[in-house]
């Protein structure tokens, strides 16, 4: 049993395990990748040291790790079977090879002729090997320059397709000349790469067997040479770049829809964003994903609904809430959620995500208003309704909108073009026993205070009974939710997407106020407008604020 331990990995400390290449069972070659580790400023995959078979895994993504920490345990693949298998390979050369026939010097002479002297200078040519099904894949990064020394299956270059990214190793060691290749070209197998300069006995060693053994007939080395040689030339990348086959990604992905070039440093930064990299596309040279591509998509993707995205499984992905066994603490009881409070509920999370939410505070002197509403206590008996200060803040806010047209508007899908209405239809939330429900009342701005009085008392008792329908709560330019009844001083309410803007309405109460020689008592009654920022900024919120109080303030200014 071996416990294979990090090696030294330069001046890096703490560095972060972000995938692990094998698991218990596995078997692995010498070189083969067993995980991979990112810091700030780079990607690096940890090779096995020994080939054989993973007992046990003692690291998990995201950990930690530093040199000479174990990272698993690997048993030793010199098996039973595969001493028998050598043994039977043996075997099988004794009797290819005729017992009566023996080496000779003229027979070994012409090969040791051929072979360059040593310390003779080769140039051999180096061409793309097999990289798999893939055609015409990208070269991204060229890892070496005219005159670098390189070591056999030392990295050249790195090439990059829609699915993977892989480096290509040299099958020589030596110097690098004449490169044939450049950033953004397109290559296919057997591609001239470059070539390498090597010495003639150093290119002999890496092709020749191995001496062989006293009395060999030189008939049975060249025989044993040739599947030698067909053994190291593998029809496919080496064991070790195997795995760097797998795609560079910030999160999995079954659909990917584009490249995930980017530098470790952008990748570490979309993963604390929640960030699948396959869904940005990159602004870099050659399409490289650079951090503000980030931050526009993110942005972008927020303007375009995250919500359902991030349900959906998509790009960006919310964290969710940890798993708590809250009967460990005591006791306790489940109950389901009512219907309207999910539906709601999913339509409320997904507004305060997706909308940038600016909300700003306001307060209105009702007093001469009050007194107005009582002074029509017995017209509206007669009437036939109940005459609250909801139609008159209804009437107040219909003239607000027509005054200012971007808060009675809606963005378009795309959010490039803004949507305004001719209309004025005012949702007003309900309590019910069942959760809160908005029912919508309309052309608020063509009816008078008792109109609207009976319209509220229909949508009111139909909520109450559950009897509204789908219409009833739809086509609203902008929602009340009122809390006066209740109590309560100032609250944020969240704009009913697609409208742009909500008032909150709060308990009134007297207040003394300065009228320019003394203290008076007003009723004043506090307000909040909850505004999409993307539509509304913060100067025409206050003003849309400061004209509603103006109103409130003094009702006979709707008849100018």
């Known amino acids: 049993m071996i416990e294979v331990k990090l090696p030294d990995i330069g001046d890096f400390h703490d560095v972060e395990v972000i995938e692990i290449l094998v698991s218990p069972g596995d078997s692995v070659a010498v070189e083969d990748s067993l995980m991979t580790l990112e810091s700030d400023k780079a990607t690096m995959e940890i090779p096995s040291p020994e080939a054989g078979v993973v007992q046990e895994v003692r690291i998990s993504i995201g950990d930690k790790i530093n040199q000479g920490d174990v990272i698993l345990l690997l048993q030793s693949a010199e098996t039973a079977d595969e001493a028998e298998q050598a043994e039977t390979e043996a ?43 893939f055609k015409d894949v990208e070269v991204v990064e060229i890892l070496v320059a005219d005159g670098d020394s390189v070591q056999k299956d030392g990295s050249l270059l790195t090439l990059e397709t829609d699915k993977a990214t892989m480096e290509i190793p040299s099958p020589h060691a030596g110097v690098v000349r004449d490169l044939k290749v450049s950033v953004g070209d397109r290559v296919n197998q057997g591609d001239p790469l470059c070539d390498i300069e090597t010495a003639g006995g150093a290119a002999a060693a890496e092709s020749a067997p191995s001496a062989q053994p006293s009395g060999e007939p030189a008939s049975t080395a060249a025989e044993a040479a040739a599947p030698a040689a067909e053994a190291e030339t593998p029809q496919r990348l080496p064991g070790e770049k195997e795995a760097r086959r797998r795609p560079v990604i910030a999160k999995p992905s079954d659909a990917p829809r584009g490249k995930a070039h980017a530098s470790p440093a952008v990748r570490r930064f979309a993963r604390e964003l929640g960030v699948d990299l396959y869904h940005v596309p990159g602004s870099g040279a050659k399409s490289r994903i650079i951090k503000e591509d980030v931050q526009d998509f993110v942005k972008r993707t927020l303007a375009e609904g995250a919500p359902e995205v991030a349900a959906s499984g998509g790009a ?118 069942n959760g809160l429900m908005v029912p919508v009342v309309r052309d608020v701005d063509q ?76 009723l004043m009654m506090p307000f909040s407008l909850s505004y999409d920022h993307r539509v509304i900024d913060g100067a025409e919120g206050v003003r849309f604020t400061t004209y509603l109080s103006g109103l409130l303030g003094d009702i006979r200014r709707l008849v100018l």
Request: proline share 8%.
């Open 91 to 133: 075997e099988t050369a004794e009797v290819a090879a005729p017992e009566t026939e023996t080496a000779s010097p003229p027979e070994t002479a012409p090969a040791a002729a051929a072979a360059p002297a040593s310390g003779a200078v080769q140039t051999l040519p180096v061409s793309i090997p097999d990289i798999g099904d």
């Open 316 to 433: 960006l992905q919310l964290p969710r809430p940890p798993e708590i066994d809250f009967s460990q603490f005591g006791e306790i009881e489940e109950q389901e959620l009512g219907r309207i409070k999910k539906i709601s509920g999913k339509h409320l999370h997904n507004a305060w995500l997706g909308i940038p939410h600016v909300t700003q505070f306001d307060e209105a002197d009702i007093s001469e208003l009050e007194a107005f509403r009582k002074g029509l206590k017995a017209q509206a008996e007669k009437e036939g309704v109940k005459l609250t200060f909801m139609p008159f803040l209804m009437k107040a806010l219909a003239a607000a909108l027509r005054e200012y047209p971007q808060v009675n508007a809606s963005l378009s899908p795309d959010t490039e073009k803004l949507i305004l209405k001719r209309y004025v239809h005012i949702g007003v939330a309900v309590d019910t026993p």
């Open 447 to 522: 009816k008078g205070v008792f109109d609207l009085a009976r319209d509220l008392m229909d949508v009111s008792s139909r909520a109450r009974a559950g009897k509204l329908s789908p219409t009833d709560m739809q086509g609203g330019c902008i929602s009340i939710s009122s809390l006066g009844g209740i109590g309560g001083t100032q609250f944020t309410p969240i704009v009913n997407s697609p409208e742009v803007a909500i008032l909150g309405v709060s308990r009134a109460e007297m207040k003394p106020k300065w009228n320019g020689s003394d203290f008076e008592p007003r």
